[in-house]
């Protein structure tokens, strides 16, 4: 292979992964001793196994091989495929585990079943071996109980013993227990419906109700066959599930349950205990305009509200919340403008701001109060790159403890001693490294340098290096943050491909490895294509105000945002202003119909996926964030909707979507499809059989690449 070859759109796909080798689901033991990850397997990627580091003597081990437990393909329920694809989960074998609070073992799911293994023995053993499908699967706080979903239920094993107890028994049909619902999983980023209590006595849980929510029949659409499936699907404006919490004891089975609300049309965004015997948990308003922490005391059976969050547009949830032993906790909150942190004492009342100014906190990574120290992730140096600070309390001090150029994710010890930190940019790939809590680089878990032995390396000398910028808002208002890639060697104009998210939540903007996604641009941009992102006003780490222009005007401001980054491109010497194409997928998608719709003077071609078309078919907790209840603002969902503006369509347009997709159903497209038709307006598809909203699997997604490669070469006359 030649150094100066272009990366192909096939060897991006093929194992080893150009990316290196790149643990992930990194875990520090509760004493600090050992790191442990997964990874794939350097003959396949995305079939995953369980490692150890221990950190006294410095060596790496597997500790389990995905293969040697479990030969052959997992069968996977439909509960379970559905679970993954919310949680975004993708490849085989070992995929999660946890640790116990004692050190001494640890529990993992394969194939349905549950694997527990004690350290200094031999082998794992199947704690739990059923035909059904056990999810959800963690040590109870003590470390004497392993606790599981099964069939709609909570059950616990106890590890002694071996004995099985179901926790609850009536979960079936509609009715589940500990499980979070659907839109809790999707747009929540709540992923469980059971607690433990710190004692082991008591599991807090929720019971949902989903036979308020309409149902779906939509069609999955295979190769070889289609099925119907009717699915619980809420959709903006429709009923959610009905959903209640109760603590259960474990020795008794009684239920006493919460009065969560006198309104039952709500979420229940988060639980956490505070105690033994003290149970938090966070309740917002069905218009997320409203959210209320909330301590209930299981002694005195009484509920006492802890502060209250309220926005004229919406509030965002987050999992930064920690209590100390005197009851005192941490809270993150926007109500300045910015995601920052506050120390409240144990009735609710603030006592000090720990972090303030125009910048936010990402999360809470460890607290040691006893010490004064907290440990966070956020954006003080820059919204483009993730660092690591120490804040000291009784000073206010806070510290960036992690290396500038570089996007950190940390996990800390629970001590807060040591962390363990991926860290990758737009040119490394993803490093893991152990430090001491004050930055100082201890070893390497995985150097994954770039030296001659790196499968990146044979495209050294064809890398392009991307420039990070910022413009300035059409109305001069606010910095946009844009990345440009641009060919090596210029040859008079050259076209250029806007990829294109746009969405709130998120950001693509980033000084941090990208994946898949940056090795296509590296292909593009040897190709001769300038390659272009900027993160629009509704994007994510920019603070509220940032945020908030979207409200009600879902695919307006973004798309002003994008023509402000089109006519930025347009100064460039080396842009044709007439060859420049938009791609983005999900809300991406959206944006890229929506930019070809309503900005059709700049942008003569479009590929659009598995894209949002009409707000009224999303779901609730996500659209009506943003858009209000289409019962009250129809018109405000009639002008975020792509069909208004379709008639304008002027280039080509190319949209594809998974004819399997449970999230933004295939419907979306079908109905766009119609609507095209209707208007006699060309267009093309390419819509792919039985796969679900991330379009996943090897083959298909180098089909897929090479299909927008080909369309923007044709389109853009890049050939």
Known sequence: MLANDNISIERIFQSPSLSGSAPSKLKVSPDGKRVTFIKGKASDFDRYDLWEYHVESGKTRILFDADELHKGDEQLSDEEKARRERMRIYGSGILDYAWSAQSDALVFPLAGDVYYYKLGTSKAIKLVETEAFETDVRFS?????????????????????????????????????????????????????????????????????????????????????????????????????????????????????????????????????????????????????RLHLIAYDLISDTAAVLLTEESNTWINLHDDLYFADNGQFIWASEKDGYKHLYLHDADGKQRTQLTKGKWVVDTISAV?????????????????????????????????????????????????????????????????????????????????????????????????????????????????????????????????????????HAQVVTNRWAGNRGLLFQHWVNKGYVVFSIDNRG???????????????????????????????????????????????????????????????????????????????????????????????????????????????????????GMADDNVLFTHSTKLYKHLQDLALPFQTMDYPGKKHSIRGKQTGIHLYNTVTNFFDLHLDNR
């Open 539 to 657: 994007s994510n780490y920019r603070g509220k105000a940032f945020e908030d222009p979207i409200y009600h005007a879902m695919g307006d401001i973004e798309v002003t945002d994008q023509v402000a980054g089109v006519k930025f491109l347009r100064t460039l010497d080396y842009v044709d202003a007439k060859r420049i194409g938009v791609y983005g997928h999900s809300y991406g998608g959206y944006m890229a119909l929506m930019s070809m719709f309503k900005a059709g003077d700049y942008f003569a071609a479009g590929v659009s996926g598995a894209p949002v078309t009409d707000w009224r078919l999303y779901d609730t907790h996500y659209t009506e964030r943003y858009m209000g209840n289409p019962t009250l603002v129809d018109d405000k969902y009639t002008a975020s909707s792509v069909f208004p503006y379709a008639e304008n369509l002027k280039g080509d347009l190319l949209i594809y979507h």
């Open 141 to 289: 706080p003590k470390g004497n109980f392993v606790s599981y979903i099964r069939d709609q239920n909570v059950y616990v094993t106890e590890i002694a013993t071996g004995t099985e107890t179901a926790i609850t028994t009536e979960g079936k049909g509609n009715i589940k227990f500990g499980m979070a619902e659907f839109v809790a999983q999707e747009e929540m980023s709540r992923m469980t419906g059971y607690w433990w209590s710190p004692d082991e006595k008591n599991i807090a849980l929720t019971k949902v109700d989903e036979s308020p929510v309409d149902i779906i029949t939509r069609s999955e659409i295979y190769a070889d066959s289609i099925k119907m499936v009717e699915q619980k699907y809420p959709k903006a404006g429709t009923p959610n599930v009905h959903i209640e919490l109760a603590i259960v004891n474990l020795k008794t089975k009684q239920k006493k349950w919460i009065p969560l609300s006198a309104n039952k049309d709500i979420y229940l965004a988060r639980a956490k205990w505070i105690n033994d015997t003290k149970l938090s948990y966070q309740v917002q308003s069905r218009d997320q305009k």
């Open 368 to 504: 040691d109060l006893n010490r004064g120290l907290i440990f966070f992730s956020g954006r003080k140096d820059t919204p483009i790159e993730r660092h690591v600070y120490r804040l000291e309390t009784n000073n206010g001090n806070i510290k960036r403890i992690s290396e500038r150029g570089y996007y950190h994710l940390p996990t800390f010890s629970k001590d807060g001693s040591v962390y363990v930190n991926t860290s990758s940019n737009i040119n490394t790939p993803s490093q893991v490294a152990l430090y001491n809590n004050k930055g100082e680089h201890i070893t390497w878990l995985n150097e994954n340098k770039l030296d001659v032995n790196h499968p990146l390396n044979a495209y050294s000398s064809s890398w392009v290096k991307p420039s990070f910028g910022t413009i300035m808002t059409d109305d001069k208002t606010t910095e946009l943050h844009y990345r440009l890639y641009a060919p090596k060697k210029r040859h008079g104009k050259h076209p250029v491909i806007v990829y294109v998210y746009g969405g709130p």
